[in-house]
């Protein structure tokens, strides 16, 4: 549902009443299902949004680029208010979440498609195109350049494996001499000939340690075996998802590999399917990322014509599994597991209860591994150098590398890879991170750490990430940075549960109440209490980890706080006088009877 969806937009410019009539008629769905579905993912319109949809990114990167600048250039060229559609219906212009350019921010979305290094330049360029009414395929082609920035690669950055040599060696064969390249060959004598078949790469993968690299870090050898282990009933079968819809915003590791290394994720995914026994496979790909979509098919079609994909994989009969993408529509909940697989059956990316897990029942109910996209790619190094090799990389607890996704205050923003175990002392050595007072890891959910942390160190051990490796020097204000995350978890609550609604938007006001100058610490023990309440109530990780960020700023840089504490006690959200502006205007009044004098009142009274 969410595939046709999306294409009947991307047809039509949005879901007309029209377009559900017919999807109603044809699909045989009720209309309030397919509106459901629709309104729940922000990058489906049921209301016209202009012939352009314009989204800019709106990350804290983004922001320190000077993205609201921009856009209000570009809404003052084209005479329209962020939000609206403009009066001839040919253009909107608002904000949106992370797109996973803070590389090469401040970065947009026109049509879904992501136009990166945006300046004021290039914005009059953009206001002229929209203006002429320039098909979007006539604009220019470096607009839509997206950078690797690949800084510091190791095993898996670095890997020039050819395509068919994991699986060759899951099977037990060595890689033909013609399929290996001078780097491959060099690899030849650690080769682990005879992995032999789908039990011992299993075997391989436990062996290995490897941990899930989307954050939660589960071991991958136990998700794998419960799901080969997951009885099937009559007519079921078992599922192979790749999680490619990376949302935390700061990080964009899987768009570089999905880039330049989608035949190691794909090689993953098919030696996974090998393991377990699996005959379909999903690539979920954040709607953010729609300019990859044809790529990667392209990818696919030449896995299958190469024997790398379809029927008989490799000659092997019986051997059979193929992948195929679906594009998510702007939901970051979306990024957790059960929500994903919600999204894949086609509709609203609610997370499930758990258990039961996605290993026994996940996509139609039926066994399904769910895995990140670095997970995949480490998962074909393991099939073909074999476990031990893997495990003896990194630290005892977190064998392998991790790939962080650098950006902010830094002359070398990008990928970095490295063994886990290294400091974020080192990472900063490495980016030319200056003068540096703060490293957000892990994105909004993660961890703040501030210079006196410098040595610890990126593992599970410590500080576990899925990537993202944010850094702002001294002349950031960390209270503006924690207001943004908590926009963010705000806008992305996917509105399931009361505590998570209702909190996060409580939370928003408190954070802008602070920012308007009427803030007091009475306002601490409020956002303590929220953080209790969304803790202890929430139904997923979201609404758990939403107030993280102020906590963790609260406690390591509590004078950003303190200078907008004017009073010492309550003080008002809003001020009451302002607020009767407008009806001193309707009523033609402006006479001292006609204000609130705060110290009628007594302070904090109000
Ligand atoms: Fe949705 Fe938030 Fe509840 Fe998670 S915690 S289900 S994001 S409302």
Known sequence: MVQILREVQEACDWISPEAIDRLQATLGVPRTKI???????????????????????????????????????????????????????????????CTGMCDQGPALLVNNLAITRLSEARIDE?????????????????????????????????????????????HGRAPSDGLMSSNMRSWREGLPTGLGGPAAMLDEIKRANLRGRGGAGFTTGLKWEACRNAPLKSGQQRFVVCNADEGEP???KDRVLLTSYADLVFEGMTAAAYSVGARRGFLYLRGEYRYLLEPLNAVLERRRK???????????????????????????????????????????GTPRNRPPFPVTNGYLDQPTIVNNVETFAAAALIALKGGEWYASIGTKHSAGTKVLSVSGDCERPGLYEYPFGVSIRQVLADCGARDTQAVQVSGPSGICVGPAEFDRTIGFEDIPTAGAFTIFDN????????????????????????????????????MDKLHNGCGSPYDFAEIEKMNQ??????????????????????????????????????????????????????????DPGAHIIAEEFGEGSA
């Open 306 to 348: 190469d024997g790398l994909l379809g029927a008989d994989i490799l000659g092997i009969p019986g051997a059979d599994f193929d992948i195929e993408i679906h594009l998510g529509a702007g939901a970051y909940v979306c990024g957790e597991e059960s929500a994903l697989i919600e999204s894949l059956e086609g509709k609203r």
């Open 250 to 252: 700061g990080t964009f």
């Open 35 to 97: 509106e459901g579905v629709a309104g729940f993912y922000s990058f489906l319109y049921l209301q016209p949004r202009g012939k352009y949809r314009i989204l800019f990114s709106d990350n804290i990167t983004d922001r320190m680029q000077g993205n609201l600048t921009l856009m209000e250039r570009l809404c003052s060229s084209l005479w329209i208010e962020p939000g609206k559609v403009s009066e001839d219906g040919l253009v909107s212009v608002d904000k949106t979440s």
């Open 475 to 510: 002349s950031r204000d960390m209270f503006e940075v924690a207001r943004n995350y908590v926009h963010f978890f705000q806008h992305e609550s996917c509105g399931f549960c009361t505590p998570c609604r209702v909190g996060t938007a409580l939370l928003k006001n408190l």
């Open 126 to 170: 953009i206001a002229e195109l929209v203006r002429s009414n320039t098909p979007l395929a006539e604009w220019p082609a470096d607009y839509f350049t997206v950078d690797d920035h690949i800084r510091l690669p190791d095993i898996l950055l670095g890997s020039q494996m050819a395509p068919g040599d994991a699986l060759r060696a899951a």
């Open 533 to 590: 309440l969304l803790q202890s109530t929430s139904h997923c990780g979201l609404g758990h980890t939403a107030c993280n960020p102020v906590l963790d700023t609260i406690e390591k840089f509590r004078p950003a706080y303190e200078k907008r504490m004017t009073r010492k006690d309550f003080a008002p959200a809003f001020d009451l006088d302002q607020a009767l502006a407008a009806a001193r205007q309707m009523t033609g009044r402006d």
